[in-house]
């Protein structure tokens, strides 16, 4: 009895063992490899087409909701397409609309993911056609932007409002912004690019951002390469979003686009009082609105005529309804920004360090403001002082921040019987921890192959999106640039037919291509103390 219950107790256990040694592993690392389209049934290219059913193979099993969006058809097919699984493998049916002597490509987007939800690395084209041929036009280009994006292409019918239509074809980016079209007849064609996001969508130019080509269309025979389109968001014409009265005496007003230098706003007030103003210490898009005197009434409208710019209006008269708090602010004045700690890279600027304040200040407080700057909390520095605007001030070092050094800058409070106007704590300290100073450098050289006497030249740093500079080529072809910061940058050509020093995008509708550029494949490096001289730099039409 006790051999046979150790043969059974034998048996499970080796049995146990057998089914836990096929088990997948339990944890482990999350998996992130894209999958693999492995085969296609019919193969791609297949000519004759009669069962239009794909059976696709894949490297693992797939996440099968993907394959709802995944799947695009080209040209476009009314109804929808059907899908079914089998393991790693699955059936895809064209929708109805396929047509004799018709060349179909299905597109399999990055949209489509595995059952872990990892996504394929790019899409991938297979064609079939309903006659005895396929066609094998090829248009190949690049997308410059922060992210991968979707290219449409139309069949050119010389409509005003092509651009706007649903597009005969999608094709996506792969992530340094290449894309492809195969298959396609011969013919002429328009192509605009758009975000990722509304891939499949109508453009939309006022709310999605697209980029244009510089040339007007594609008169394509076999093989079109060096298309170059840059994604850009239209800007919206300026509007007034909304409004908040913060104390008695002043508020805030919120618009959708930047203030900029140079913007002047005409006939501002509340309630019929005359209103100052100034740009918001931390937010570009909004502006601080101040009166002399209190508001006393409960709900108030700030009101302005126009704001004007170089002699163009913006924005005609606007207005926003306010409520006026019943009670004064009574918190104490705060320090809003810097943090209490701040790293600082001395630079030919300074830079100055800014102290942003939680309310505006008045003329007599803000001369009087009590600062001391020292370094290692002995030695006293002489310092700039600078008045940016009523909530804003700027301290720098008469003689520039010293490398490698630990300063201590104290706000000291002030004595008045208005809290408002003073701080809680006696006196706020800030640490400033100088790094090394910031390097700099040189970089000329000449361009050629695009014949234009309007090339502007433009480098932006991929480190700090402020550092972007320009150097207008000369009558030699020629471009210079001194005292640049030490970084890696993109080099940018474009020829500025409307002469405004600024990359013009170009519009869908009126249509209207974007102005010529060219991008450099790699990065130039600016290094400090070096003048650079680079060989001529070839630009591809």
């Known amino acids: 009895m006790n051999g046979k219950l150790f043969l059974l107790l034998s048996c499970g256990l080796l049995a146990a063992w057998q089914c836990a040694a096929i088990a997948p592993p339990s944890g482990g690392p999350k998996d992130t490899t894209p999958p693999e389209l492995i085969s296609a049934d019919p193969p791609s290219e297949t000519v004759r087409l009669l069962d239009q059913t794909i059976e696709l193979h894949f490297s693992e099993y797939m996440g099968e909701q993907s394959f709802i969006k995944g799947i695009r058809f080209s040209p476009f097919l009314e109804g929808e397409h059907h899908v079914s699984f089998k393991g790693d493998r699955v059936f895809i049916t064209f929708p109805e609309g396929v047509k004799n002597e018709m060349t179909v490509v299905m597109t399999l987007s990055r949209d489509i993911k595995d059952e872990h939800g990892v996504e394929m690395a790019k899409a991938v084209q297979l064609a079939y056609s309903t006659g005895d041929e396929i066609d094998h036009g090829v248009i190949r280009g690049k997308v410059y932007g922060e992210s991968v994006s979707a290219v449409y292409l139309f069949h050119d019918d010389h409509g005003d ?35 990722r996001g509304v891939t499949g969508l109508q453009l939309d130019p006022k709310r999605m951002s697209y980029g244009l080509p510089f040339f007007s269309g594609i008169e394509l025979d076999s093989i079109y390469t060096g298309v170059r389109m840059r994604l850009f968001k239209e800007e919206e014409p300026l509007r007034l979003l909304s409004g908040e009265w913060k104390d008695w005496n002043w508020g805030k007003l919120h618009f959708n686009n930047e203030f900029v230098e140079g913007m002047a706003i005409q006939g501002l007030n509340i309630g019929g ?109 002489n310092y700039k002082y600078m008045i940016l605007s009523p909530m804003k001030i700027a301290v720098i070092p008469q003689n520039g921040w010293e ?19 003073t701080f809680k704590d006696s006196v706020i300290t800030i640490k400033i921890e100088t790094t090394r100073p910031q390097g700099y450098g040189g970089f000329s050289g000449s361009v050629k192959g695009y014949d234009s006497g309007n090339l502007i030249t433009h480098i932006k740093s991929v480190e700090n999106n402020e550092w972007n500079f320009k150097s207008v080529v000369n009558s030699e072809r020629r471009f210079e640039y001194n ?49 650079i001289e680079y060989q001529p730099i070839l630009m591809d039409k």
């Open 161 to 195: 409002s092509l651009l706007l239509g649903r597009p005969n074809y999608i094709a996506e980016t792969e992530d340094d912004g290449s894309f492809e079209f195969n298959f396609l007849a011969s013919g002429k064609y328009k192509i605009l690019t758009v975000e």
């Open 273 to 381: 009082q005359e209103m100052e103003w100034f740009g918001h210490p931390d937010d570009e898009k909004a502006i601080i609105v101040t009166v002399s005197d209190t508001i006393q009434r409960e709900k108030e409208k700030i009101s302005f005529e126009k704001i004007v710019m170089d002699h163009s209006v913006l924005l005609d008269s606007s207005g926003v309804n306010v409520s006026i708090p019943a009670a004064g602010d009574t918190n104490y004045l705060t320090l809003v920004t810097p943090a209490s700690k701040l790293a600082v890279t001395p630079d030919q600027s300074g830079p100055p360090v800014e102290l942003v304040f939680s309310r505006p200040l008045g003329d007599r407080l803000l001369t009087n403001l009590k600062i001391d700057l020292m370094i290692d909390d002995t030695t006293m520095v």
């Open 403 to 421: 490398p490698k050094q630990s300063y201590q800058l104290k706000l000291f409070r002030h004595e008045t019987s208005s809290i408002k106007e």
């Open 483 to 531: 005292n640049i910061p030490e970084s890696s940058y993109i080099f940018f050509v474009f020829d500025d037919r409307d002469q405004n020093t600024e990359y013009s995008h170009g519009s869908a509708f009126p249509f209207e291509p974007s102005e010529w550029f060219y991008v450099l494949p790699d990065t130039i490096e600016i290094r400090a103390n070096w003048d």
